[in-house]
C-alpha cells in the first residue's frame, strides 16, 4: 500500500502509468466472477476465475505464452467467436492503450487475428 493518505493502491499516486491502470480493490458487481492474472514473464500471461474450484491454477500452461491483449480478448468472448460488444467499445475507446489496433478485431491468446 502506498504511504499516501487515502490512496488505496500498490502504485504511486503521481505516476503517469498510473492513470492507465485498471484498479483491483473490490468487486463493483456482487456474484461478479473476478479474473485473476500472472504474469509470467515477456509478453507471457495466465490467468484464472475467482470461482474456479477444481481444473488448472491457471490457463493457458505454462508452455503456452499469451499476450495480455489475447487474455482480455478470450474472457471477453462468448465461444470462440462472439466478442461481448460491452469489451470491444471500452477497447476502442482506449486507443492509446491498446497499441492503435483495430479495437474491434479479437485476437486470440497469441496475438493472431481470430
Known amino acids: ?12 499516486q503521481d505516476d503517469p502509468l498510473t492513470a ?12 461478479a466472477n473476478t479474473a485473476v492474472f500472472r504474469k509470467r514473464g515477456a509478453d507471457d500471461w495466465c490467468y484464472r476465475m475467482a470461482s474456479w474450484r477444481s481444473g488448472p491454477d491457471f490457463v493457458p500452461g505454462d508452455s ?9 480478448d478470450r474472457i471477453h468472448c462468448y465461444g470462440e467467436d462472439q466478442p461481448i460488444s460491452d469489451w470491444q467499445e ?3 475507446a482506449r486507443p492509446g492503450v491498446f ?6 478485431a ?7 487475428p481470430r
Open 99 to 104: 497499441g492503435g489496433t483495430d479495437a474491434h
Open 20 to 31: 492507465l491502470r485498471i484498479p483491483v480493490v473490490s468487486c463493483p458487481y456482487p456474484g
Open 1 to 12: 500500500m502506498s504511504t499516501e493518505a487515502g490512496w488505496p493502491y500498490d502504485a504511486r
Open 90 to 92: 471500452w477497447k476502442s
Open 106 to 112: 479479437v485476437t486470440g491468446i497469441y496475438g493472431e
Open 64 to 72: 503456452e505464452p499469451a499476450s495480455l491483449l489475447g487474455l482480455l
